[in-house]
């Protein structure tokens, strides 16, 4: 997806572009200082604009408005610590909003609940969200270890957040940390047999972490159902 941040503070913008990169690593993430720049920036394939509501010259609220006149399909979302903007800010038709701080988790869900949704490209997997199962070219699709498709189930579930090691092992084994060589196992056996399918952009490792790119994958249902089967800790 193609996507700007709009925010007076850079260093507010650039952790916005760094954890769309973490969530959408194969996307195009820009980022704007003023209204004016993000003006120039934009064009008919941007899909989302982040807004934060209280910039200078010219506001969220104000720039939301300009771009309406011009790109009328683009889904706006505004971030803001004052809830007192909300009322304003519905005029312009939004997506949906962000409270400060911003997390991965809420954007993830924003991105999921879009006004004008991301026609995704056609992945090669499908998931079957309950039951759990996975498809390739409508054939049902194993992975070599039979833990391994409770750990990818799992990382569905989590639909793009990252997840620590030790967060997987309280989940699949309750903590157990003699469970750390086994889980590694699992993960290579993953990554691996996506590899031999050409999908391996579906995991995404960062920094001791690793999540789902929900990019690659076409869900059938909804990933918060997938707990009811396997009864995670």
């Not at 590694?184 to 691996?192: H, I, K, S, T």
């Not at 391996?200 to 990019?215: A, L, R």
């Amino acid at each position: 997806m193609i996507t700007l941040s709009v925010d007076d503070q850079k260093s507010s913008a650039e952790l916005m572009q760094f954890m769309l990169n973490n969530i959408d690593p194969e996307g195009t993430h820009m980022i704007a200082g003023s209204a004016e720049e993000a003006l120039s920036l934009l064009n008919n394939t941007v899909q989302i604009v982040f807004l934060d509501i209280e910039m200078p010259v010219m506001n969220g609220i104000e720039l939301a408005k300009k771009i309406r006149e011009k790109y009328d399909k683009i889904n706006i979302i505004f971030i803001t610590g004052y809830i007192e903007y909300s009322y304003e800010a519905y005029s312009t038709r939004p997506s949906g909003f962000l409270k400060k701080p911003v997390c991965e988790q809420d954007i993830i869900h924003e991105l999921n609940n879009l006004r004008f949704p991301i026609n995704k490209r056609k992945a090669p997997l499908i998931v079957n969200c309950s039951p759990f199962a996975i498809f390739l070219k409508d054939q049902p699709y194993d992975f070599k270890r039979d833990r391994t498709i409770e750990l990818f189930a799992y990382l569905v579930y989590r639909n793009g957040a990252f997840c620590t090691n030790g967060e997987l092992l309280g989940a699949l084994w309750g903590g157990d940390p003699e469970k750390q060589g086994y889980l590694r196992q699992l993960v290579m056996d993953m990554r691996e047999c996506l590899r031999e399918i050409n999908s391996e952009n579906i995991i995404i490792k960062k920094y001791g972490k690793i999540g789902i790119n929900i990019n690659e994958l076409n869900y059938e249902g909804n990933p918060a159902d997938i707990i009811e089967e396997f009864h995670w800790i």
